[in-house]
Each structure stands twice: as structure tokens, then as C-alpha cells.
Nanobody
Framework: QVQLVESGGGLVQAGGSLRLSCAAS????????MGWYRQSLGKQRELVAS?????????LDCVKGRFTISRDKAENTVYLYLQMDNLKPEDTAVYFC???????????WGQGTQVTVSS
């Protein structure tokens, strides 16, 4: 059974840091390129960072140099992390994890984790 559980969000002042975690259960995730997405009020969900099975990474321009994505695996679960430093108010959003392939075909999402950055 496929399950996505995000955690680690919270309220932080501008310039602060947070580390998000995601547990993606299901064998398909171990071979998938995984990503962190975010959605803020009134905006579409956007891909913030991605990491391939071989740990090649890609970032949205506005988070380059501030966010770092990583992944780990244990048995049937892929663990995805997003280290977010020097946070800005515009980073405020609900953050989700998913595989890029599932996101494209409309696969189910987890509940997300709220990140709020105060100025």
C-alpha cells in the first residue's frame, strides 16, 4: 500500500531553518525520482526540489543555495528530507512529498506539513 507522511513543519522567523521529513511507503518509491512540492494560498502546487534514485538533485531557482534535498531507504520505505535554511516569508506554504511520476498522473498526496515564516 502506498502512503506518504510528511512532518517537520512549523512557525519560524525569517532567516531561520527547518528540516522536513517524509516517509514514502511502497516499493515503487525506491526506484522513483522523488520531490518536495509546496502550495501556498491561491497558488498552484509547485515542485521545489527533486532527487533521483542516484541522488542527482534539482532545485527551483528561488531556493537554490538555501534548500537541500536528500533521501534514504529502509526496507519498503523511502525517507525524503528537505533542509531549509535562511527561510523567507515567501517560503510560507504547505509542503508535500511525492514521486514526480505519481504527481504527473494524479496520484494521491499526503496531508502535507505547514511551514510558516514570519517577517
Amino acid at each position: 500500500q502506498v502512503q506518504l507522511v510528511e512532518s517537520g513543519g512549523g512557525l519560524v522567523q525569517a532567516g531561520g531553518s527547518l528540516r522536513l521529513s517524509c516517509a514514502a511507503s511502497g516499493s515503487i518509491f525506491s526506484v522513483e525520482t522523488m520531490g518536495w512540492y509546496r502550495q501556498s494560498l491561491g497558488k498552484q502546487r509547485e515542485l521545489v526540489a527533486s532527487i533521483s534514485r542516484g541522488s542527482d538533485t534539482s532545485y527551483l531557482d528561488c531556493v537554490k543555495g538555501r534548500f537541500t534535498i536528500s533521501r534514504d531507504k529502509a526496507e519498503n520505505t523511502v525517507y525524503l528530507y528537505l533542509q531549509m535554511d535562511n527561510l523567507k516569508p515567501e517560503d510560507t506554504a504547505v509542503y508535500f512529498c511525492n514521486s514526480l511520476a505519481r504527481a504527473v498522473v494524479g496520484g494521491a498526496w499526503g496531508q502535507g506539513t505547514q511551514v510558516t515564516v514570519s517577517s
